[in-house]
């Protein structure tokens, strides 16, 4: 016990708080024992191996070495707008690439369609806006349609002010590729849609305002603008008045040109909401403001301001979107996509960007490469005109959005010299004229009373082309056969525009022809129709001119059903339906040939009797001529 210097401490030692000091006091030098003591008993095994001591690793370090052998990832394989690289770098990258059609190489040019079309946004103004035109061309707008977009909306709710250049910019775009201009209007519908529902007043001024500049490039129909100030107006708040009146100084001066009758409503609207609803004492002020512009002709909100009316009239390509029409954003535009037929689209966008801008490809090679490349141009396009085929359209998509066009232009006009001017400005096709003609007459039937305006405006079209003069005649055998599907209102209307057409000689009496005045090929709908019709036109041609005219000898077959003397029980039908419509004068000739039928049946019978005495004593005498020859 006198040598046992490796006791340990106990809890009550102050020294054994710390573990370090506890370790280096047991291996503390002790006092060496004398060499005849004993060894102090110890209880570790003998087989036990003696310790080994831990190694600590830094884990810094660990990563860093890890780090050194893990492959580096490919910057242009991450999200878009990933790591920047330099643009030396990026051509070497791009020349090191051997594959044109590989996703890395895609990858590389669509960042750097999206940083040129950006960049040619963000630098637009009223100067440069030709040279930008003619910049934005040589880049593929064609794959880069929603990028294209999605720049002009950006910039747009970034400079306000410069809402009228990007309008500008998209519309002479959209006269080459009607799909951007398309995408456009259809993304700021449904932006203002959603800004709409959740009451996002900035994000409603900024896309009502870029609306109404496409409207005013006739980008968008005038249809969209009245829907959206109806919407706004409807239910009328501080906000959405201010949004209206903001809107409409924008477009007021071009709605006020092309419908007048829309635009008076919505100024009718305005004057309403002013007098009797509850909106603050600015919002008043605004509307008044907006009375006083409109009376100023709107003199200080031009539709297209100087140096951006770059686009003629006629090579505008107008979308009809309406607000209630089920769109789609088409927001897989907007990101990279790999194209199994990248090269040979870049070849064909080649061709249409040379095709817009008149370019020829410059530069000449040697005989032997300019032989292979017309011999691989002749091959593409003997595979392209195989690959060609022809598309129709089962679903008739394009004759309602035409007939769409034709209702409402009809019905935003206030004359119908005006309308007239309209609808032979949008450059009918061939082949549509029969559709104008018979929309003009669905137009008419729909209404709750006949207005006039339907048949000089009928009468307009006969009068420009004998093609709607035909196209109207087709329509009153049409609309004849089928007059038992209306009601009596329609069929009033229907009948009554035709005898405007027929009592100013705009389609041909002999249409009548279908007309037949009898027991058995008549209904009820068809008699109200033939009475309609006959008394319209007595009431502007007389009784004395329609006799004249029924009278006439070159028109006599026209008429033979509707006067008919065939048979005395249908001439007697004739004259007692046209004397119960008050048109007796009208069934003289008739009842003078059912006085005379008698006698001429007479007559006829007579002749029919000497007709067969002729020929019994022609056929005698040839029989006993035959007779006698035989007997010589």
Same mark, same amino acid.
């Given at each position: 016990?006198?040598?046992?210097?490796?006791?340990?401490?106990?809890?009550?030692?102050?020294?054994?708080?710390?573990?370090?000091?506890?370790?280096?006091?047991?291996?503390?030098?002790?006092?060496?024992?004398?060499?005849?003591?004993?060894?102090?008993?110890?209880?570790?095994?003998?087989?036990?191996?003696?310790?080994?001591?831990?190694?600590?690793?830094?884990?810094?370090?660990?990563?860093?070495?890890?780090?050194?052998?893990?492959?580096?990832?490919?910057?242009?394989?991450?999200?878009?707008?990933?790591?920047?690289?330099?643009?030396?770098?990026?051509?070497?990258?791009?020349?090191?690439?051997?594959?044109?059609?590989?996703?890395?190489?895609?990858?590389?040019?669509?960042?750097?369609?999206?940083?040129?079309?950006?960049?040619?946004?963000?630098?637009?103004?009223?100067?440069?806006?030709?040279?930008?035109?003619?910049?934005?061309?040589?880049?593929?707008?064609?794959?880069?349609?929603?990028?294209?977009?999605?720049?002009?909306?950006?910039?747009?709710?970034?400079?306000?002010?410069?809402?009228?250049?990007?309008?500008?910019?998209?519309?002479?775009?959209?006269?080459?590729?009607?799909?951007?201009?398309?995408?456009?209007?259809?993304?700021?519908?449904?932006?203002?849609?959603?800004?709409?529902?959740?009451?996002?007043?900035?994000?409603?001024?900024?896309?009502?305002?870029?609306?109404?500049?496409?409207?005013?490039?006739?980008?968008?129909?005038?249809?969209?603008?009245?829907?959206?100030?109806?919407?706004?107006?409807?239910?009328?708040?501080?906000?959405?008045?201010?949004?209206?009146?903001?809107?409409?100084? $924008?477009?007021?001066?071009?709605?006020?040109?092309?419908?007048?009758?829309?635009?008076?409503?919505?100024?009718?609207?305005?004057?309403?909401?002013?007098?009797?609803?509850?909106?603050?004492?600015?919002?008043?002020?605004?509307?008044?403001?907006?009375?006083?512009?409109?009376?100023?002709?709107?003199?200080?909100?031009?539709?297209?301001?100087?140096?951006?009316?770059?686009?003629?009239?006629?090579?505008?390509?107008?979308?009809?979107?309406?607000?209630?029409?089920?769109?789609?954003?088409?927001?897989?535009?907007?990101?990279?996509?790999?194209?199994?037929?990248?090269?040979?689209?870049?070849?064909?966008?080649?061709?249409?960007?040379?095709?817009?801008?008149?370019?020829?490809?410059?530069?000449?090679?040697?005989?032997?490469?300019?032989?292979?490349?017309?011999?691989?141009?002749?091959?593409?396009?003997?595979?392209?005109?195989?690959?060609?085929?022809?598309?129709?359209?089962?679903?008739?998509?394009?004759?309602?959005?035409?007939?769409?066009?034709?209702?409402?232009?009809?019905?935003?006009?206030?004359?119908?010299?005006?309308?007239?001017?309209?609808?032979?400005?949008?450059?009918?096709?061939?082949?549509? $004229?029969?559709?104008?003609?018979?929309?003009?007459?669905?137009?008419?039937?729909?209404?709750?009373?006949?207005?006039?305006?339907?048949?000089?405006?009928?009468?307009?079209?006969?009068?420009?082309?004998?093609?709607?003069?035909?196209?109207?005649?087709?329509?009153?055998?049409?609309?004849?056969?089928?007059?038992?599907?209306?009601?009596?209102?329609?069929?009033?209307?229907?009948?009554?525009?035709?005898?405007?057409?027929?009592?100013?000689?705009?389609?041909?009496?002999?249409?009548?022809?279908?007309?037949?005045?009898?027991?058995?090929?008549?209904?009820?709908?068809?008699?109200?129709?033939?009475?309609?019709?006959?008394?319209?036109?007595?009431?502007?041609?007389?009784?004395?001119?329609?006799?004249?005219?029924?009278?006439?000898?070159?028109?006599?077959?026209?008429?033979?059903?509707?006067?008919?003397?065939?048979?005395?029980?249908?001439?007697?039908?004739?004259?007692?339906?046209?004397?119960?419509?008050?048109?007796?004068?009208?069934?003289?000739?008739?009842?003078?040939?059912?006085?005379?039928?008698?006698?001429?049946?007479?007559?006829?019978?007579?002749?029919?009797?000497?007709?067969?005495?002729?020929?019994?004593?022609?056929?005698?005498?040839?029989?006993?001529?035959?007779?006698?020859?035989?007997?010589?």
């Amino acid at each position: 016990k006198k040598y046992d210097v490796c006791r340990p401490r106990t809890m009550s030692d102050p020294s054994s708080s710390s573990g370090d000091e506890q370790e280096q006091r047991v291996r503390s030098p002790s006092v060496e024992p004398p060499a005849d003591a004993e060894a102090p008993v110890t209880h570790q095994k003998a087989d036990k191996p003696p310790e080994e001591k831990l190694v600590e690793r830094d884990p810094r370090a660990e990563a860093r070495e890890r780090g050194k052998t893990k492959a580096e990832p490919n910057p242009m394989m991450t999200k878009s707008g990933g790591a920047y690289i330099p643009p030396a770098r990026l051509r070497m990258m791009q020349q090191q690439i051997q594959d044109k059609n590989s996703a890395e190489y895609q990858r590389m040019s669509w960042d750097a369609l999206k940083k040129s079309i950006n960049g040619l946004i963000n630098k637009v103004n009223v100067s440069n806006i030709q040279n930008i035109v003619l910049e934005l061309f040589q880049e593929n707008l064609v794959r880069g349609r929603g990028l294209l977009v999605r720049s002009c909306i950006q910039a747009q709710a970034s400079s306000p002010g410069f809402t009228h250049v990007y309008a500008a910019l998209m519309a002479v775009v959209n006269t080459k590729f009607p799909a951007n201009g398309e995408l456009l209007v259809t993304r700021l519908v449904l932006q203002f849609r959603r800004a709409f529902k959740r009451g996002d007043k900035p994000v409603c001024l900024n896309t009502a305002k870029f609306l109404a500049h496409l409207v005013n490039q006739q980008v968008a129909h005038e249809v969209l603008p009245l829907e959206l100030l109806t919407l706004l107006l409807d239910r009328p708040t501080n906000d959405s008045v201010e949004v209206s009146v903001a809107f409409l100084k $924008e477009c007021g001066q071009y709605l006020t040109e092309v419908s007048p009758r829309g635009i008076n409503a919505i100024f009718d609207r305005l004057r309403h909401i002013l007098h009797e609803s509850d909106i603050d004492k600015r919002v008043q002020y605004m509307i008044e403001v907006m009375f006083q512009v409109r009376k100023d002709g709107f003199s200080e909100f031009p539709m297209r301001p100087e140096g951006l009316d770059l686009i003629e009239e006629e090579d505008q390509i107008t979308h009809m979107i309406s607000l209630d029409d089920e769109l789609a954003a088409q927001d897989a535009l907007d990101v990279f996509k790999f194209d199994p037929d990248f090269q040979l689209n870049e070849e064909r966008y080649a061709e249409i960007r040379n095709e817009i801008l008149g370019e020829e490809e410059s530069g000449s090679e040697g005989d032997d490469e300019s032989d292979d490349e017309s011999e691989d141009e002749q091959e593409g396009q003997a595979d392209a005109i195989k690959t060609q085929m022809d598309i129709t359209d089962m679903t008739q998509t394009n004759l309602l959005n035409f007939r769409k066009i034709i209702y409402l232009t009809i019905q935003s006009s206030l004359d119908f010299e005006e309308c007239a001017h309209k609808l032979l400005k949008m450059g009918i096709k061939p082949g549509l $004229e029969p559709e104008l003609c018979n929309m003009i007459i669905d137009c008419c039937s729909q209404e709750r009373s006949y207005l006039k305006f339907y048949g000089l405006l009928a009468a307009r079209f006969c009068a420009v082309n004998r093609v709607y003069q035909e196209g109207f005649e087709q329509c009153f055998a049409e609309q004849y056969e089928t007059v038992h599907r209306l009601d009596t209102n329609k069929l009033r209307h229907v009948a009554k525009i035709f005898a405007h057409l027929l009592f100013t000689e705009s389609i041909r009496w002999d249409v009548m022809e279908v007309i037949k005045v009898n027991e058995f090929d008549t209904t009820s709908s068809s008699r109200i129709f033939i009475k309609e019709l006959f008394l319209e036109i007595s009431q502007f041609m007389g009784i004395e001119l329609m006799l004249s005219r029924f009278r006439d000898p070159t028109l006599a077959m026209g008429f033979a059903g509707v006067f008919p003397k065939d048979n005395p029980k249908n001439t007697r039908f004739s004259i007692n339906f046209f004397t119960s419509i008050g048109l007796g004068a009208l069934t003289e000739d008739m009842r003078e040939h059912l006085k005379n039928a008698p006698k001429l049946i007479m007559q006829q019978q007579a002749l029919a009797m000497e007709r067969a005495n002729a020929a019994a004593s022609s056929s005698e005498s040839s029989s006993s001529s035959d007779s006698s020859s035989s007997s010589s």
